[in-house]
T-cell receptor, first 113, second 115 residues
Framework: GQQVMQIPQYQHVQEGEDFTTYCNSS?????IQWYKQRPGGHPVFLIQLVKSGEVKKQKRLTFQFGEAKKNSSLHITATQTTDVGTYFC?????????????FGKGTKLSVIP | GAVVSQHPSWVICKSGTSVKIECRSLDFQATTMFWYRQFPKQSLMLMAT?????????EQGVEKDKFLINHASLTLSTLTVTSAHPEDSSFYIC???????????FGPGTRLTVT
């Protein structure tokens, strides 16, 4: 079945450093979503990418969807302590797999002040 | 480790009937499980938080009597959609908290179609 791998599992950065998490799917995705979960909270929707090669920005966050629609990345520039949390990617498959949303296991980001 | 399963993965039912969806943590105990609903191409919407041995906490706008949640054990939570209608057709996904809100693992989801 469809699998979504997310790396790294954990990332510790000094405040002000950049951070990137990567998501790779075993199959082509129709779209991919990114969520952020603060410690003790629930995943909060950040963005959805649909088009091949799409790049979207939200302030210091840059989201990218690969040309083959099988991978995606989230890049945070100049991290702040408020960026702490777990970032999940989740993708809907295409074709016969389009009914299944598969989550990556998340990347837990720690920011050292 | 940390696998969450859901059953069934896909169900079609007639209007007026009830459907039960199970969410199981296979290799860990989860005192808290969460139920989400997702419409096509949209983001997850938290429906309720299910705590083992106590009543679920529902989000605003979610009908408690329509979406019955039971968390009978540390590895099982169930969501029952009662008197289902076509507008209940959606993708329902659960997640389980592995401990103290730090790690959350998602199930594969259940697609409900009400005809």
């Amino acid at each position: 079945g469809q699998q979504v791998m997310q790396i790294p599992q954990y990332q510790h950065v000094q405040e002000g450093e950049d951070f990137t998490t990567y998501c790779n799917s075993s199959t082509t995705l129709s779209n991919i979503q990114w969520y952020k979960q603060r410690p003790g909270g629930h995943p909060v929707f950040l963005i959805q990418l649909v088009k091949s090669g799409e790049v979207k920005k939200q302030k210091r966050l840059t989201f990218q969807f690969g040309e083959a629609k099988k991978n995606s990345s989230l890049h945070i520039t100049a991290t702040q302590t408020t960026d702490v949390g777990t970032y999940f990617c989740a993708g809907f498959g295409s074709g016969a797999g389009s009914y299944q949303l598969t989550f990556g296991k998340g990347t837990k980001l720690s920011v050292i002040p | 480790g940390a696998v969450v399963s859901q059953h069934p993965s896909w169900v079609i039912c007639k209007s007026g009937t009830s459907v039960k969806i199970e969410c199981r943590s296979l290799d860990f105990q989860a005192t808290t499980m969460f139920w989400y609903r997702q419409f096509p191409k949209q983001s997850l919407m938290l429906m309720a938080t299910s705590n083992e041995g106590s009543k679920a906490t529902y989000e605003q706008g979610v009908e408690k009597d329509k979406f019955l949640i039971n968390h009978a054990s540390l590895t099982l939570s169930t969501l029952t959609v009662t008197s289902a209608h076509p507008e209940d057709s959606s993708f329902y996904i659960c997640s389980a908290d592995a401990g103290q809100g730090t790690e959350q693992y998602f199930g594969p989801g259940t697609r409900l179609t009400v005809t």
